[in-house]
């Protein structure tokens, strides 16, 4: 594979949007336009280069996220574009999250009919927290209910975004042919004979003129908001090049003040080529991005490194994958520096070395071998043994941290054991493999019974990790029904103070701690701190704050983990002579239970945020149905003929919904659920 030597002609771009609005489709385009591939797959036809998976191709789902790499020619000048194609439905949003933390830019697939879905919003937002500009492609401008004003509008009122619109569709549903290419003010139609290969310009049909016309002076009416020098020339009257306005365009995009705005059918063949020209134009190569920012091993230093090859070292693993052939391979997003093979790294997370045994770069699960790669590729590494999802990686003596990647907290959980004892050994190591590959998929023992719990995001989630433990790792086993993932938390405050004095192994040790917990409502997650005026040891502080993190993982009501509380040490009882780390740690983590018993322990549930597609004619019923359920409707939203219901409800009352939803709708409705916050469980 060809390679691009300059990082400038490099863009390293993922694909995002609501599940089935055409990601896949679209790549697959981007893939046969190229030259990477041959022949078209279709997702349908369970045939997607990218969707390699055995259970994908089932499904017609993208289930994990894939990269591959192509290369697309703009005025003579070859660029390389490194794609992930990632999944939209909500269960595998953490493959979106660790995807979008390493690429540079993105484009957002929206649907011509549907518009802004709930998926939508919630990758844009991801995309929103990690600063990455976007363009957008209005898709299936040919299905029936394709309205690109409409799409257009979505996305400047419900994500906030200002679309400029590079291009607008030639004809529209069954008589869409092309789009209008409103920076040269061209016709531009594909041939059906190719495939959509063959590219014809020409003069804009003279029924379109006004529209493109009129399309055009709000284009750059709304570049010169950002831009001062098209400003003046439009005041002044001066001609406008074609070149001045892709400048002015390039540079609102990588500031992220616009959103260019592109439409077509990526299934009928049609605008994939002016995509990827937008894809080159507007979208930063590794060199338009501010320099990647860590912290020294002390957290305390701010430190930098540039997109260079000859800076040192810093990479992220953003995805571990259990292979069949070469066993553990990690996905590296290089940001700074040169890896090769048999080079010798240092990953300061774990403290551990570790040595790169092959580099590859990956097309989707085909790989080619490389001897070296630098600063702005994704590859995949074999040879590392520690590394997991997040970890840095860099050079010994110029050690660096960069920013973690999140993972998501899983909301259900099912009860799982082989069909043989013989199998329970390879069954825990097997849980464990997929365990580091998918941070967001946790596996647990219940207390009481002693089964193992797994637990995901949702029950497709699960679902399909149990189907790989069948087909890859070649295991029978047994699950029970979903259950909840339920939290605990408090709701008053409380402070106590816990005195750990006891000889061990011959000498006493002793250790004195006041913890004060409090809640902390409006978040999901706990706080941990230190009055500032408490004087101990590095050392002894980090035993302490181990003690409530464990603590905390256990609550006093049924043993769920603790969230949504502010933990503060108040205070720190040391004797010099009996000083000794496993007291702090027992004594913290004791005067942590006092307080959690004190405080008014109670039970937390998962609370969805469900959106629920149906024709009007039903709505009544649904409703119904919810308010069974003690859903609360937040809104409706009328959309031609159907409605769109925005729900809040309980994750416990909603297992198998589905098949209810189908029995209230003659199967006409749809709906997706994403987690939204944990509340208060109430008495039913």
Known sequence: MERTPKLSNVRNIGIIAHIDAGKTTTTERILFYTGKSHKIGEVHDGAATM?????????????????TSCFWKVKEQVNQINIIDTPGHVDFTLEVERSLRVLDGAVVVFCGVA????????????????????????????????????????VKEILGAHPICINIPLGQEEGFKGVIDLINMQAITFSEASLGAEVTLKPIPEEFREKAQSARESMIETLTLFNDDLLESVLEDRAISTQQIIDSIRA????????????????KNKGIQPLLDGIVRFLPSPLDRPAIRGTDISGKKILERKPE??????????????????????????????????????????????????????????????SAASAGEIVVVIGFNFSTTGDTICQKGHEILLEKIDSPIPVISIAIEPKTKADQDRLDESLQKLEVEDPSFSVGRDKETGQILISGMGELHLEILVERLKREFGLKVNTGKPQVAYRETIKKAATASEIFDKPIAGR??????????????GKEKNAIEFSPDIEASDIIKTAIRSGIEEGLISGVISGYPVLKVRVVIQEVTIKEEEVDPTAFRIAAALALRKCLLAGKPVLLEPVMSVEITTPAEFT?????????????????????????????????????????????????????????????????
Not at 252 to 267: H, M
Request: glycine fraction near 8%.
């Open 115 to 154: 518009g802004v879905e709930p998926q939508s919003e919630t990758v844009w937002r991801q995309a929103n927290a990690h600063g990455i500009p976007r363009l957008s492609f209005i898709n299936k401008m040919d299905r029936i209910g394709a309205d690109f004003d409409a799409a257009v509008a979505q």
């Open 309 to 370: 090859p000859d800076e040192p070292l810093a990479a992220l693993v953003f995805k571990i994958q259990a292979d069949s052939f070469a066993g553990r391979i990690s996905y590296l997003r290089i940001y700074s520096g040169t890896i090769h093979v048999g080079q010798q790294v240092y990953n300061p997370s774990k403290e551990k070395k570790e040595r790169i045994s092959k580099i590859f770069l990956m097309h989707a699960n085909k790989r080619e071998e490389v």
């Open 51 to 67: 969707d390699w998976m055995a259970q994908e191709q089932e499904r017609g789902i993208t289930i994990t996220a894939a990269s």
């Open 252 to 267: 609102a995009c990588l500031r992220n003040e616009i959103t260019p705005v592109l439409c077509g059918s990526a299934f």
């Open 508 to 521: 006493t040790i002793f250790a004195g701690c006041v913890v004060m917990v409090e809640p902390l409502p």
């Open 620 to 684: 009544g019923d649904i409703i119904g149905d919810l308010n069974s359920r003690k859903g609360r409707v937040k809104s409706i939203e009328d959309k031609k003929e159907i409605q769109i219901l925005s729900v809040g409800v309980a994750l416990s009352t909603m297992f198998g919904y589905l098949t209810i939803l189908r029995s209230l709708t003659q199967g006409r409705a749809s709906f997706s659920m994403m987690f939204d916050h944990y509340d208060e469980v109430h008495p039913t």
